[in-house]
Every structure is written in C-alpha cells, then in structure tokens.
C-alpha cells in the first residue's frame, strides 16, 4: 500500500489501531477499555508472574496433545474417506455436521466423561481441530491424478509404498491447509475448554481477572493468546508456501 | 545389440510362433457401452504395434490396470491379470511425480522394487542419457516442457527392464517438433532395446512411421477390424520414411479404410 507516494508498511493499519486504542482508552469512556499502554505494560508484568508461567505450560501442553492426536487421527481418516467410498458414506454426513456444529455446546458433556481437568481441555482440543482436517485430507486424497495411482500400481507399488510415496505427498497442500485451520480451531478449543471448565491454565487466568474487573491484564492474556495463534497459523503457511510448488502442477 | 538385431530377424520369419502378448477373446464394458468384444491379438517379439481408434481400454487391459469381463492377456505365455515386472506402462499425461526430480522420477520404478538407491540411480542416469536428457537429472518436472516430460517417462519405463512397453497416446500431449523428434527416438530405441513396443494412437501417419504392425480397432464395440503390417525399411535416416513409396500408400490405405466411419 502506498499513502501520498511513500510506501507504508505491512504492519502500520495494526500502529493504527493501537493509537485509536490508546485515544478512546483515555478519554476513560468505558472501564473494560483501559488504554493500550496499560495493557502493555501488564502484558510485561504478567508474563514474570508465576501463576501465568504455569498456566502457559498447562495450555500449550493440553494445546499440543489434542492437536497432536486430531491430525494424528484426522490425516488416516481422510484419506480412508478420499480413498474407500463406503467410509465416506459412512462417515461423511457426521463430519460434515461435526465441522459446522456450535461445538462448544458439546464441552460440558466431555466434563462429564472426563472430568475437571486437563483430560477435558485435550478432548476439546481435539473434538474442534480434528473435522477440519479430515475433511481437507479427503478433498487433497480426492484431488490426486487417478494416473498417478495407476502409475504406482503398474510399477507393482505395495499399499504401504502406495501411501507412503504417492499419496501422502500428492495430498500434503492440502492436508497443510486443513491442520493450518485445524490449529486456529485447536486454539478456540483450548481456550473454550478452559473457559467452562475454569479451574485450569488460561481459563482460571481470565476468571481472576474479569471477575476482579483486572481489564489490562484481561487484554494482555488476549492479545497473547491471538499472537500465539496467529505464530502458528503463519508457521503452517511458510511451510504450505514450500510445497506450493508443485500443488499447481500436478 | 547384436544380438538384438539377430533375435528381430528370427521373429521376422516366424512371427506367430514367438508372441510376446497374446490377447485372447477379450471384452469389456463400461455400464451398457461396450467398449471392447471379443479381442483376440497377438504381439510379436521385437515388433511395435499400436491399434487404430483411441482404445487405451484394451492397453489397460494388458498392462492389469483394469479387468476384463471376459478373455485372457498372456506374456511370455503366462496368464496375467495383474500388473507385473515384464510390462512398463507410458502414461498419456506423464504421471510423473512432481515433487521429484527427474532422476528420481526415472528411478522410481526401481525404487518401488526396493533396489539400492546407488543402483537404481545408476540405471536411471544412463536411460536419462539414452532419451537425451543428460544434464537435466536434478530438474523438476514443471521445469521441464510437455515433450522431456515425456521422455523422463519414457525412461522410467525403460528403467524397469520390461519386456514390454505399453505406451498410451504417448505423444498426444506433446507438441509438434518434439513429437516427430521422438518419434525418431522411438525407431532408434527399438532397434537397439529389444523390447516390444504396443502403443495407442490416433495418428494413422505415426502409427505407420513407427511400427511392424497396426492393428485398428472399429469403433463402439471395439473389434480388430484390420492388421496391417507395413514393409518399410526403417534402417537409414528416419526423414527417409515420409518419403518411402510403402509409407504413402499403407497411410492412404488405411485412410480409405476408416473413412467409413467417420461422422
């Protein structure tokens, strides 16, 4: 973008923003909205604190399990949907409704089969992240070249090798695409699952301190956490870019 | 090579005795479209042979690709019904994998039949050469044009040491200097391979340009309307062949054959 002939930069919009915070902030019209220097200077204080040391370390671990198992039980299941009809008879109409469905109605339910710890965070994580993943797993499995199957299995390829040296590969844009938007879904689900469950990691932290009307230590957890989704989130496109390549061309 | 060439002449005289395929009663049917009826083919030892009218089904059904639903495929006179070592198969679009590099594109063949990557890359380097792509083994395939895609095809099923090569409308993705280029190759490749080459085309001028027999097929059933087996003498230089008295007329003779069935 360019602005009277200079070239602004990616992030001056964001500069923007944090100015007209920083104004509203102290005109001291609403009491949530403390101004933006505030906010940062609690984000300073808050990382140093103890109780949100250990609660970062609570959520990234609940955080990473359930992704981990949601792309470790996503990617098969995609592609045993993209490959065998049947299981996508099967299967198909409940993931369909599962990735569209207000799922943090389910959230009280996975309290209950799990109860009030870190158990029920991981369910949620994966319970939000995983639909996504399927359902791009079984579009890229969908999408590969029928002769490049064929290929494989004129050379006499073994189902392993079939999987393992074709369609892994043909299918990775977009099995990337489909954990790039699992993981911001993972993160509404770890925050969701600690937000109703309420006595672990981040979700007691943002109790505390909206129960106590702490607003610039409220925001400070909040533009954390967007931060961290958006690392992540932006670590998943550098590697979609990599393997961009060759999606156009196969 | 040598001996290549002393194995070509044999077959030239006893050509029924010594099929490398033999296709026996063949169908096949697509929903209520029959596709093929009844096919009985053989394929000489050493011989190209491509059918006439687009019929990639039966050239499926030889390489194992896709059953038949009735008829059987023999090679070296074994019964097959999946594919198998003694066949290679030449895609119409390539199928080549486009994370790979040309050299291991070529080897891959080999690489699924678990031989050592020392080996196989090898093997992969000298046919790359062969097929004249030297100095392109660490090449992309969307770096390459349509027609040394081809070719790394090409390679990778000369890679695999098949008797048979099954080649699908090979060129019809390719364009016009570098198909009658590889045409060229082809007739070169067959003299010093030893291996049979059966390929689908739908250019009459190709199909007589570069093989010992044509077999055409007629349309919706599919039937071996006619075999024709050109004399033309392919030793010299290969822009001699257009201009060869047999070439001009077995082309106007199949013209004038499937003229029937178009429109």
């Known amino acids: 973008m360019t602005l009277f002939g200079y070239r602004v930069p990616m992030m001056a919009s964001l500069l923007v923003w944090c100015v007209l915070w920083e104004i509203v902030g102290r005109l001291d019209l609403m009491f949530i909205l403390p101004p933006f220097s505030d906010v940062l200077a609690a984000t300073v204080d808050l990382v140093q604190l103890p109780s949100w040391q250990s609660a970062t370390v609570t959520t990234l671990r609940a955080f990473l399990i359930g992704m981990l198992l949601a792309i470790a039980a996503g990617i098969p299941l995609g592609m045993l949907m993209g490959r065998a009809k049947i ?105 969701i699952g600690q937000l109703l469950v309420a006595i672990v990691g981040y979700g007691a932290l943002f109790e505390t301190f909206s129960r106590n009307f702490r607003m610039p230590q409220f925001w400070a957890l909040t533009i954390i956490l967007f931060a961290f989704a958006l690392v992540v989130s932006a670590l998943i496109e550098w590697a979609e870019a990599k393997v961009e390549f060759y999606a156009g061309v196969r | 090579m040598r001996a290549a060439a002393i194995r070509n002449e044999t077959v030239m005289t006893e050509p029924a005795v010594d099929a490398i395929v033999e296709v026996r009663g063949i169908s096949k049917s697509y929903g209520s479209v029959e596709a093929l009826r009844d096919i009985d083919l053989d394929f000489p030892r050493g011989k190209l042979g491509p059918s006439g009218s687009g019929k990639t089904t039966l050239l499926k059904i030889i390489a194992g690709l896709i059953g038949a639903d009735g008829g059987t495929v023999s090679v070296n006179g074994k019964k097959v019904s999946a594919p198998g070592p003694e066949r290679a198969f030449v895609f119409q679009d390539f199928a080549l994998l486009p994370w790979a590099t040309v050299l291991r594109n070529v080897a891959f063949g080999l690489e699924l039949r678990g031989t050592s990557k020392e080996e196989r890359e090898t093997t992969a380097r000298r046919y790359i050469k062969d097929v004249g792509l030297a100095g392109f083994e660490d090449k992309y395939p969307h770096e390459l044009s349509g027609g040394m895609r081809q ?31 590889f045409q060229e190759d082809l007739i070169r490749l067959r003299t010093n391979q030893n291996k049979t080459f059966i390929f689908v085309t739908h250019s009459i001028e190709e199909a007589v340009y570069i093989s010992d027999r044509i077999v055409l097929l007629s349309p919706r059933p599919g039937r071996v309307s006619r075999i024709i087996e050109p004399q033309i003498d392919r030793s010299g230089d290969p822009d001699r062949i257009h201009r060869d008295r047999h070439y001009l007329d077995t082309v106007e003779e199949i013209w004038q054959g499937l003229k029937q069935y178009v429109e």
Not at chain 1, 166 to 182: H, M, S, T
Request: with cysteine.
């Open chain 2, 151 to 181: 070719r790394v095809g090409l390679a990778r099923a000369l890679c695999v040491d098949a008797d048979v090569l099954l080649l699908d409308e090979p060129f019809s993705a390719v364009d016009e200097q570098n198909r009658r280029k």
């Open chain 1, 87 to 191: 299981a996508d008879d099967l299967l198909g109409m409940w993931v369909n409704i599962f990735s569209s469905a207000p799922l943090s109605a389910i959230v009280p339910v996975l309290m209950i089969l799990f109860g009030f710890g870190e158990n029920t965070i991981i369910a949620a994580v994966f319970l939000f992240a995983i639909w996504i993943i399927v359902l791009d797993t079984r579009a890229g499995v969908r999408h590969i070249s029928p002769s490049l199957i064929e290929m494989a299995r004129s050379y006499g390829a073994s189902q392993p090798a079939l999987y393992g040296k074709i369609i892994v590969w043909a299918a990775l844009p977009e099995i990337l695409a489909g954990i790039r938007l699992g993981l911001i879904r993972g993160v509404k689900g770890v925050v």
